[in-house]
């Protein structure tokens, strides 16, 4: 039963005969109150469950339906990347144990590579695994045929996906291969007592030679010079005075009769 607010002041007389507009005024309070709180409580819970939806969206929804838009190869890669990354302690224990053996067959196989491969392997970069993937393919083709330690998934997931989308595991496989390229390629450098007398010796003998030189050239230079200076007074000197003639007397004149 709706009771009209026009009546609550006689209403409340009944009951609180004393002060009937203080206690109108205090449940009114009382009442708003209670509102606010109220209205606190469901901002909180919307709050708290639009999280609870948005939570759910990017971990279950949102994947799914990626997977559904995108290359599924790219994410078999990725698939098989998170899993080589799990097998990496593995196999870098395997190669600790067998470094020895594989030592030579690597160089071996190394050598007989084109130098981009050689390059991207000392240095590897993405650029360089796109543009040399079928050189790539092949070093990891002849890898797996030893059983280098990870070169097999490789290989089949670098055939499968392409060498652009494992780039991570064949860099691990290069990471490993570089430890015997450095210790086989390291120039054997002479012993520092030994380099400084080769240094003094060359050095001396490097001044005695330019002494020589030089001394060559003055020489010449002077030959030079005495040769113009006796040429120069060839030309300078008169010509040797000749000798007066004698003059022939007259023919004498024949007598007279």
């Not at 909180?44 to 609870?52: D, S």
């Not at 130098?115 to 990891?140: C, D, M, Y």
């Not at 001396?204 to 230079?221: A, C, G, N």
């Amino acid at each position: 039963m709706l009771v009209s607010p026009l009546y609550l002041p006689s209403i409340l007389s009944t009951f609180c005969p004393q002060n009937p507009f203080t206690f109108s005024l205090a449940l009114d309070r009382s009442i708003d109150r209670q509102v606010e709180e109220a209205r606190e409580t469901t901002n909180k819970l919307r709050t708290k469950f639009i999280n609870i939806i948005m939570g759910y969206w990017k971990s279950k929804v949102l994947p799914k339906i990626k997977k559904v838009f995108e290359n599924p190869k790219k994410a078999a890669a990725a698939d098989f990347c998170k899993s080589f990354d799990g097998n990496k302690e593995e196999f870098t224990k395997v190669f600790e144990e067998k470094k020895t053996e594989f030592h030579a067959k690597v160089v071996e196989i190394y050598e007989a590579s084109p130098a981009e491969i050689k390059a991207l392997i000392k240095e590897p970069k993405e650029a360089g695994l796109k543009n040399n993937s079928t050189g790539v393919q092949t070093f990891l083709d002849e890898l797996a045929k030893i059983e280098f330690p990870g070169s097999k998934p490789v290989t089949e997931a670098s055939s499968k996906f392409g060498p652009a989308l494992v780039q991570g595991p064949i860099f691990f496989v290069f990471e490993k291969v570089s430890t015997f390229i450095v210790t086989e390629e390291k120039p054997v450098e002479p012993p520092p007592e030994a380099a400084a007398p080769a240094a003094e010796e060359e050095g001396t003998s490097s001044k005695e030679k330019d002494k020589e030189i030089v001394v060559e050239v003055e020489e010449k230079k002077e030959e030079a010079v005495a040769a113009v200076v006796e040429e120069v007074e060839k030309t300078a000197q008169p010509p040797a005075e000749e000798p007066p003639k004698e003059e022939a007397p007259p023919p004498a004149e024949p007598p007279k009769p």
